[in-house]
């Protein structure tokens, strides 16, 4: 990663001086890191550190001042080259990360199967063989949606609406409904933070299960136990700048700065 | 003496006005739903002329007697540019829709504004388009929202057809008045109330229905 530590150099995503400002407020003041195929990225961070609008610029939802992102060596934002972002362009683009929110953010007026299915379907039907093959196409999809919804554990809920399910099983129908797309890069914002304590247990169970399949993730989260366990590399942002990194055992269990020992103090 | 008229008689002249207060609450209906949702997407425009102009006119039809608008549209034309009359139901038709596009605009736009940014933000990282976001994932949230205000308007409507009798348009309360003229009758009058009761109710009815149907979900 940074500072190359590792010298494999074919990053999955690159992210290389990321700004964003709202207003006069720079909330992201020159972001740098990169990730390999199957890392497991821990954003920690208090709230207003910028975690949040970086997984936001990462998924398009904000549009960065400055910096590039890169997927597969492939840019896919340049600050410099504002003209390639047209709307059908950007929504493209996105289909490279997927992102679970931390009020999940489901369709209420669809089931959880139908949660998991709608976008793929949509994006089939641009596909010019869809007319022809539509009934094997749509049985795979929903099949493999029955899958995804099997591996977080609610193969007996395919047919509930959301208001019918518990926070952290309508947490983990967004995280097969982001699986679905087969996304490159996975991010969750706080995905434990609108949850019980109790309940959180399962969807970060869930979310270990795709590290564990080398699924690769970006996750701001203030769970630092398991951040701790779950992340290949570990990043601490504070006042829109990555303040300390490195592997997870020494950011959480030797931090080196003052700024971080004290969150973490504050935190655990 | 005249003879008094029979209540089958009656109720036949009303119902001869009640087809046109019922042609002038459906063709109302079908033509401002739509309109009144281009109106609302104008009111939400990012373009501040588009904005202004959209949220003046409904500013106008709003503090304007529907009554007034009826006679303008049916005069206004003339008077100022000399242009032929239009048919009177068509004058009411015009005023109708207006009137009602403006009304309805402010309804959606609640209901609209009223979905989280969440819904839209899921739609996009999921490489929705704009408009499969809001046909797929938005409308049938903001339908059942406005349901109630909307069925509100919908009902007043059905009573704002007797506003067409101002340039003698022969709606139910306009048959119904021709017996206090003519035969000095005032039951007929109160008579007509209950085709306003009974299409009323009929309406209420279909509104606690489709409530009822998309009672299914949350939102």
Redesign the interface.
């Known amino acids: 990663m940074k500072g190359g530590v590792r010298k494999n150099d074919m990053a999955i995503l690159e992210v290389t001086d990321l700004h964003k400002h709202f207003g006069e407020t720079e909330v992201l003041k020159g972001i740098d890191f990169s990730l390999e195929r199957g890392d497991v990225l821990a954003m920690i961070g208090s709230s207003g550190s910028g975690k949040t609008t970086l997984l936001r610029c990462l ?3 904000e549009t960065p001042d400055g910096g590039r992102i890169s997927v597969n060596g492939e840019t896919l934002f340049d600050a410099a080259d504002q003209s390639a972002q047209t ?2 362009a950007v ?2 683009k ?2 490279h ?3 679970v ?1 931390q ?1 999940f ?6 089931t959880a199967l139908r949660n998991v299915t ?2 793929r379907e ?2 089939a039907k641009e596909s010019p063989d869809y007319r022809a093959n539509k009934a094997r196409i749509l049985a795979e999809i929903e099949e493999e949606a029955r899958a995804l919804l099997a591996q977080v554990g609610l193969s007996d809920k395919t047919d509930s ?3 019918q399910l518990s926070g952290g099983q309508q947490q983990r129908v967004a995280i097969a ?2 699986l679905a ?1 087969n996304p490159d890069i996975l991010c969750f914002d706080e995905p434990t933070s609108a949850l019980d304590p109790e309940i959180s247990g399962e969807v970060l169970a869930a979310i270990r299960r795709l590290a564990e399949r080398r699924i690769t993730m970006v996750i701001a989260t203030h769970e630092m136990g398991f951040a701790r366990e779950v992340s290949s590399y570990a990043i601490f942002l504070a006042d829109g700048l990555i303040h300390e990194e490195g592997d997870p055992e020494e950011v959480f269990g030797n931090p080196k700065t003052e700024r971080l020992q004290s969150f973490l103090r504050a935190v655990l | 003496m005249v003879a008094q008229p029979t209540l089958l008689y009656v109720t036949e002249q009303l119902l001869q006005g009640f087809g046109v207060t019922c042609l002038i609450f459906g063709v109302t209906l079908l033509c401002a739903l739509p309109l009144g949702l281009g109106v609302a997407f104008c009111s939400m425009s990012k373009y501040r002329l588009v904005r202004y102009i959209s949220k003046t006119f409904v500013w106008i039809i709003r503090s304007t007697p529907l009554l007034l608008q009826v006679i303008i549209v049916f005069y206004g034309p003339g008077l100022i540019w000399g242009a032929e009359a239009m048919g009177r139901i068509t004058a009411v038709l015009v005023a109708f829709i207006i009137n009602y596009a403006a009304y309805f605009s402010e309804v959606y736009r609640g209901g609209i504004e009223s979905i ?1 940014k ?2 839209y ?10 408009s ?1 976001i809001f046909f ?2 938005i409308l ?2 903001v339908v ?1 929202r406005i349901l109630p205000p909307m069925s509100n308007e919908i009902i007043t409507l059905v009573k704002d057809t007797a506003l067409a009798r101002v340039i003698a348009v022969k709606e139910i309360i306009m048959f119904a008045q021709e017996f206090v003229s003519v035969n000095a009758l005032i039951w007929p009058l109160f008579y007509s109330g209950v085709f306003y009761l009974a299409f009323c109710g009929i309406l209420t009815i279909l509104f606690g229905k489709f409530e009822k149907r998309l009672g ?4």
């Open positions: 998924n398009f939802l709307e059908e929504r493209k996105r289909l990360f997927g992102l929110f009020n953010n489901l369709f209420p007026q669809y709608l976008a949509l994006l609406y959301p208001h409904r982001a797309l | 989280a969440g819904q933000e899921a739609g996009q990282v999921l490489g929705m388009t704009r499969q797929k994932v049938l949230q059942k299914y979900f949350r939102a």
